[in-house]
Structures are given as structure tokens and as C-alpha cells.
């Protein structure tokens, strides 16, 4: 049995629990104001959903992430320490992005990698939206400015990786490798951060309104010094 609690912005509504739910969840640490938090469990191939219609999308996303968690904890995923495959050599592979991945998506599962590493995306407006970049190679790649709502990154790694100004509204950002990357100004509002990293990554002025991440990365994404008081107040840092 598998359960993701995910802490919500102080913009959302508290779940309809109990109120003896509720003080059992604050004597275990797992709920504290001002975080809000769904909470879905997967057994076998079953998934229970808490009924709760105004978050009802995102707690979809979510919790079909757990599901697919469960089902594809194998699937590859490349590790700060893992080496990189050599840079593709084909001329068109940074246009790869605009088709994107037509299979995996959250699973990060590909019929072939799509090497978007030192690519230049800047003020991209209108090729890279709603498209599946799963375990995408992004690292040294520049997305400053670019509209990219509503993407999926699942499992991709973006070590380095510039997106200054970056629009990721609605976007399923799961297990993504941030580390070391410049996402100042970026905006995650209602986006999934849930099992990403961002060590040493530049996270001044981003917008975390609403966003959707699970508890332990939560406490992780706090220790990041360059978040501003505004973005640890949608977190809900302590």
C-alpha cells in the first residue's frame, strides 16, 4: 500500500475530514496549517480516491502518479552520479521538442530519448505548451522565458538547465532533476513537483501558488535559501 500527501497553498480548501481525522493527523505530524493536504492510497491495481470536487483534476494527476509509482518503480531514471549518453549528433534534435514523446509520459518511458541538452528555447511562446518532454535531457538547455503550461517532464533531467521566467502553469513536473538550475521567476502555479529536486538550484522570485508536492519533498524544497518569503508563505515552509 502505497500513500502521497500533498500540501497545498494556503489558497486552497482544507479537505472535509472529521474532525477526529483531523487531530489524528495533527498528532502524527501529518496535517499543520497552513498546509492543506489530499491524501490517496494504491493497493494492487486499485486506487481510492478521497471525494473532494473542487480539487478533484489535480487530486487525478496526482494520485494516478502514485498509481503509476507503484506499477513502474523500475523504469530508468538518470542519477546526479549515472553518466550521460554522448550528445545526439542529429541536426533537427532540438526541434524534438516541439513533437515531444508520444509514448511513457509519466512513466518516463520513450521509444527514443529526446537530447534537448544545450538547446536554446528562449521566449519560446507557443511550440513547447501541453507537449510530453518525458526523461527528457535538458541539462545546459536555456527555456528563459518560454511558455511551457502544461507540460509533462516526468523523470527528465534538467541539471543546469536555464528556465528564468519559465511559465510551468499546470504542468506534471514529477521527478524531475532541477539540480543546479536557474529557475528564477519561474512559475509553478498548480503544477505536480512531487519526487523532484532542486539542489542548489536558483529559485528567487518563483511562484509556488498552489502547487502540488508531496510532504518529505516539501521539507527538502524549504531548505532552498534563495526561495523569497512570499514563495515559502504559498509553500507553507516553516
Same mark, same amino acid.
Given at each position: 500500500m502505497a500513500t502521497l500527501s500533498l500540501p497545498l497553498s494556503q489558497n486552497t480548501r482544507f479537505l472535509p475530514y472529521s474532525s477526529s481525522k483531523r487531530r489524528h493527523f495533527l498528532s502524527q505530524g +501529518? +496535517?499543520? &496549517? &497552513?498546509i492543506k493536504i489530499i491524501t490517496c492510497s494504491a493497493k494492487r491495481d486499485q486506487v481510492d480516491f478521497v471525494s473532494f470536487t473542487p480539487l478533484k483534476e489535480l487530486q487525478t494527476v496526482a494520485c494516478g502518479l502514485l498509481a503509476a509509482w507503484a506499477v513502474t518503480a523500475a523504469s530508468p531514471v538518470i542519477a546526479a552520479s549515472q553518466r550521460l549518453p554522448p550528445l545526439s549528433t542529429e541536426p533537427n534534435r532540438c526541434e524534438k521538442a516541439f513533437v515531444g514523446n508520444t509514448i511513457g509520459q509519466a512513466n518516463g518511458v520513450y521509444d527514443k530519448p529526446i537530447d534537448l541538452r544545450f538547446c536554446d528555447y528562449t521566449n519560446e511562446k507557443s511550440n513547447l505548451k501541453g507537449k510530453s518532454l518525458a526523461a527528457a535531457l535538458m541539462s545546459d538547455a536555456k527555456? %528563459? $522565458?518560454?511558455?511551457? =503550461?502544461? *507540460? *509533462?517532464?516526468s523523470k527528465a533531467y534538467a541539471v543546469g538547465a536555464s528556465f528564468k521566467g519559465v511559465d510551468f502553469s499546470n504542468a506534471v513536473l514529477d521527478r524531475v532533476n532541477f539540480g543546479k538550475a536557474n529557475l528564477q521567476g519561474a512559475v509553478f502555479k498548480?503544477? *505536480? +513537483? =512531487? $519526487? =523532484?529536486?532542486? %539542489?542548489?538550484?536558483?529559485?528567487? %522570485?518563483?511562484v509556488f501558488e498552489d502547487t502540488i508536492i508531496g510532504y518529505i519533498d516539501l521539507q527538502k524544497l524549504c531548505t532552498n535559501k534563495t526561495i523569497d518569503p512570499e514563495g515559502r508563505a504559498n509553500l507553507g515552509c516553516r
Open positions: +501529518l +496535517l499543520h &496549517p &497552513p527555456f %528563459d $522565458g518560454a511558455d511551457m =503550461s502544461e *507540460v *509533462v517532464m498548480n503544477a *505536480v +513537483l =512531487s $519526487g =523532484s529536486t532542486f %539542489d542548489e538550484a536558483q529559485l528567487a %522570485d518563483a
